[in-house]
């Protein structure tokens, strides 16, 4: 466990990421080879504050920017997850 939540699903080396939690999104559904409908949601709270949704284990598998969440169901929700939180102070450039 995480954060009390289940352990994610893609290795993720950010140190200033926090972990939101598993999402299932048909979003992907060219990558089902790389793990399918499952993102990892992170919030990261490096520099200017964002959100992340990992769908495998290559660097470059995650979907990312504050921007996007409007067009991305995965990163609406990280963004969701992370304002509950009170993770997120903004849709800016943040100081934590």
Known sequence: MKNGLVLPTYPHDCVSCVYLGAFASSERAGEREKGGDVFDLY???????????????????CLSGLSCAHHSPA????????QAAGLLLSDKKATP
């Open 43 to 61: 919030v990261c709270q490096a520099g200017a504050w964002n959100v992340v949704a990992r769908y495998g284990a290559d660097r470059n598998d």
């Open 75 to 82: 990163l609406r929700e990280a963004k969701r997850r992370a």
